[in-house]
Each structure stands twice: as C-alpha cells, then as structure tokens.
Nanobody
Framework: VQLQASGGGLGEPGGSLRLSCAAS????????MGWFRQAPGKGRACVAS????????YYPDSVKGRFTISRDNAKGTVYPQMNSLKPEDTAVYYC?????????????????WGKGTLVTVSS
C-alpha cells in the first residue's frame, strides 16, 4: 500500500485542520488505518486510528474529544479532522497502514508509513 498525505500547514489555536491520506496499491479496505505524529525531540505516537470496517476508533487522551478519524473505503482515503487545536499539536503527522484489521495504537502495529506532513499551530 502506498500512502499520500496532504492537508498540513498552519493552524491557529482553537482552530481546525483536516488532513487526508490517499492509499493506492493493495486493497485499502482490508486494513486498519491510523495517523501518528512526531514532535521535535519526541517519539512517534498514534493520535487516531480506525479499524477496517470503520466500526471502532482509537484516540489517546491528548486528543480525545478534539480529533475525529473517518475513512472512505470506496475512495481509499482516511481523514483526521482536528478541532480545538493547541500549540502542542505542532508536529509532523504521518499516515499509517496496520498489519491487520484492528485499530492501531503503537508504531509496532504499522505496516506502511506515508511521508509526513507538517502541522504548525501558532497564532
């Protein structure tokens, strides 16, 4: 599966950004998808994940209630909607495909990575 992420850029505190990730190659609908982020000097951490059938999602406490992930299996695309942005959301964001169908929670569950897209939250 090849992944192409887009939608990064500058957001204001309290504002919103929507990223997208288009998958091509293998059967997109057969795998869980997720978004990770990596801030300077920190490890890569999952911020949102959705299972193959879009019936389950995962969010860490740091973004719960602010981020929403969805997927369109017909289009091969996954979208994280990021609301109520905070400066600490500033990071490079990566799209990811899981090994299986269940939600991804750690980097160990990632089969393929997309190229990162930078999100900067600042006034």
């Amino acid at each position: 599966v090849q992944l192409q992420a887009s939608g990064g850029g500058l957001g204001e505190p309290g504002g919103s950004l929507r990223l997208s990730c288009a998958a091509s190659g293998s059967t997109f609908s057969g795998y869980a998808m997720g978004w990770f982020r990596q801030a300077p000097g920190k490890g890569r951490a999952c911020v949102a994940s959705i299972n193959r059938s879009a019936t389950r999602t995962y969010y860490p406490d740091s973004v719960k209630g602010r981020f929403t992930i969805s997927r369109d299996n017909a289009k091969g695309t996954v979208y994280p909607q990021m609301n109520s942005l905070k400066p600490e959301d500033t990071a490079v964001y990566y799209c990811a495909v899981g090994y299986g169908t269940a939600v991804i929670t750690t980097s160990g569950g990632v089969r393929n990575w997309g190229k990162g897209t930078l999100v900067t939250v600042s006034s």
